[in-house]
C-alpha cells in the first residue's frame, strides 16, 4: 500500500496549494540553518546561501501568501506561506550579519 493511497483514505490530498509555502519553508529554515553557521563560523559561502534561500523564502511565501484565497485553516497554505515569510526574514538577518562579521574580519 502506497502512502498516496493511505493519505487520500485518510481524506488529506497535499496539492499545490500546500505544497509550495511548505517547499519555501523548508528552504528558508534551511537558510536560517545556513545563516546561523555562518554567523558561529564567520563562513562567507554559507551565509550567500542563508541570504539567498531566505529572500527565496521571502518572495515565494509573500506570492503565495498574497494570492491565497480565504483565511488560515483553510487549506490554501497560508500558514506555511507566513512560516515561509517569517523564516525567510530571519535567515536574511542572519546572514547579513554574517556577511559584516566576515567583511569586517577581511579588513583587518
Not at 65 to 71: F, S, T, Y
Amino acid at each position: 500500500m502506497t502512502s498516496s493511497v493511505l493519505l487520500s483514505t485518510a481524506g488529506y490530498i497535499l496539492g499545490v496549494g500546500r505544497t509550495v509555502p511548505t517547499t519555501a519553508a523548508v528552504l528558508a529554515l534551511v537558510g536560517v540553518i545556513a545563516a546561523a553557521f555562518a554567523l558561529a563560523r564567520s563562513r562567507r559561502r554559507p551565509a550567500v546561501l542563508g541570504l539567498v534561500l531566505g529572500a527565496v523564502g521571502v518572495v515565494v511565501g509573500g506570492l503565495h501568501g498574497a494570492n491565497a484565497a480565504g483565511g488560515l485553516g483553510t487549506g490554501n497554505g497560508l500558514a506555511g506561506a507566513v512560516i515561509a515569510v517569517v523564516l525567510g526574514l530571519v535567515a536574511a538577518a542572519l546572514a547579513g550579519l554574517a556577511l559584516a562579521r566576515v567583511a569586517a574580519r577581511s579588513r583587518g
